[in-house]
Every structure is written in structure tokens, then in C-alpha cells.
């Protein structure tokens, strides 16, 4: 099974200002993708962003941007002029190419701080 | 086009007892997947169904079952209910990739809150 870490359980940011949220996976797929999807308090889980594993450009949507670095295993998430609205527990996902079953990280909690 | 339901929203029942909640997806989804979120478990996966059939199955004793019916509706069946079991139980619908190189994001539902007293 893909395993997805995400070291930073909790986050705080000041309102305006730009927060990153880190996580890492473990595969040795070559093709994949990887979500970001947040769950505020109203517990309705909707997608944030996703990347392609086969593209090299970031994805940005908005204020949210992603830093993607392939060979480090590596996904973050960062939320540029935070809002209270971005208050929400954000979980980092992994799914194969050929799969249809999605790995989650174990979410970090982002406070922000008006 | 209206999102995925879930019901009951909240739940609280006994040990030993069983509990059956449902999920709608969104219209035009047939994979249903089932997770189980606690604090600082994150969601963990229970089994997905497709077209009436179950095709992924995490590592849940087998008092989890679940079913779908052919109208892409799901259920999900816990027995024998334990302390343990007390969570949110997500349900999440999408389109099921049948080929790389395409993949499609899950829509969540509001999930089902169960406590177990």
C-alpha cells in the first residue's frame, strides 16, 4: 500500500499572509496523481487542487498553488493571502495511475488567525 | 446537479449492536468508496464498490460489509459494534477510470456520525 505522510499536524497563519502545508508519499509508481483536499469545520470534503505526476508545471487554482518535487516525493500545498475562510483540515492524497483507490495523509488542521 | 447525501447524518447505538448507513452518489457516479475517519487516523479506506461490485477492500475486520445497489446507491453495514468503531464514516462517489492516464477526483458527502456507547 502507498503510504502518505504529512509531518504537520497543526498550522497557524496570520490572515494575509502565505502558509505551506507540507506532505510527502512513498511509491514506486512513475505515473500517479495527487490531490489536495480540505475539510472545514461543516465536514463536506472538496478538492483543492491536483497535480499530474507526468507534468512538470505546478498547478495553482487561485491563492492555492503546489510545490511538486518528483524525485523527492514531495507535495505541498501553499495558500497565498489566507482568509478565515481557509480555516479547515487539509488532507494530502495519492492515487495510482491504473487504481481507483485514493490514499490519504493524516491531515494538519490550519488555524488562521485573524 | 446535487451532491453526495448521506443518511442518517448522526447515529449513537450500543455495543454488540449493527448499524446500516446509506450513501447516494452524485448522478452519473458509479464507484463508491468508503473511508472512516477518527482524529489522528486521518481517513482510512474501507472498500470501494463499481457497478454493483466490490472491487478495492481495505484492512477492516469483516463486521464492515457493504453493498450497491443498481442505481449506484451504497450501504454499509457494521456488526457487532465496538467502542472503536465510533467515527465519521465518509462516503465519496466518482467516475471509475477504466485506462491510464485519466483519473478522477472523489466528491465527498457530509458523512455519517456514529457513536457508540
Known amino acids: 500500500a502507498q503510504t502518505v505522510t504529512q509531518s504537520q499536524p497543526e498550522m497557524s497563519v496570520q490572515e494575509a499572509e502565505t502558509v505551506t502545508l507540507s506532505c510527502t508519499y512513498d511509491t514506486s509508481e512513475s505515473d500517479y496523481y495527487l490531490f489536495w483536499y480540505k475539510q472545514p469545520p461543516s465536514r463536506q470534503m472538496i478538492l483543492v487542487i491536483r497535480?499530474?505526476?507526468?507534468?512538470?508545471q505546478n498547478a495553482t487554482e487561485n491563492r492555492f498553488s503546489v510545490n511538486f518535487q518528483k524525485a523527492a516525493k514531495s507535495f505541498s500545498l501553499k495558500i497565498s493571502d489566507s482568509q478565515l475562510g481557509d480555516a479547515a483540515m487539509y488532507f494530502c492524497a495519492y492515487l495510482e495511475n491504473t487504481g481507483n483507490q485514493f490514499y490519504f495523509g493524516t491531515g494538519t488542521s490550519l488555524t488562521v488567525i485573524p | 446537479k446535487a451532491g453526495v447525501t448521506q443518511t442518517p447524518r448522526y447515529l449513537i447505538k450500543t455495543r454488540g449492536q449493527q448499524v446500516t448507513l446509506s450513501c447516494s452518489p452524485i448522478?452519473?457516479?458509479?464507484?463508491v468508496s468508503w473511508y472512516q475517519q477518527t482524529p489522528g487516523q486521518g481517513l482510512q479506506f474501507l472498500f470501494e464498490y463499481f457497478s454493483e461490485t466490490q472491487r478495492n477492500k481495505g484492512n477492516f475486520p469483516g463486521r464492515f460489509s457493504g453493498r450497491q445497489f443498481s442505481n449506484s446507491r451504497s450501504e454499509m453495514n457494521v456488526s457487532t459494534l465496538e467502542l472503536g468503531d465510533s467515527a465519521l464514516y465518509l462516503c465519496?462517489?466518482?467516475?471509475?477510470?477504466?485506462?491510464?492516464?485519466?483519473?478522477?477526483?472523489?466528491?465527498f458527502g457530509p458523512g455519517t456520525r456514529l457513536t457508540v456507547t
Open positions: 497535480q499530474e505526476a507526468y507534468k512538470q
Open positions: 448522478s452519473g457516479h458509479r464507484s
Open positions: 465519496a462517489s466518482s467516475y471509475r477510470a477504466i485506462r491510464p492516464g485519466v483519473a478522477y477526483e472523489q466528491y
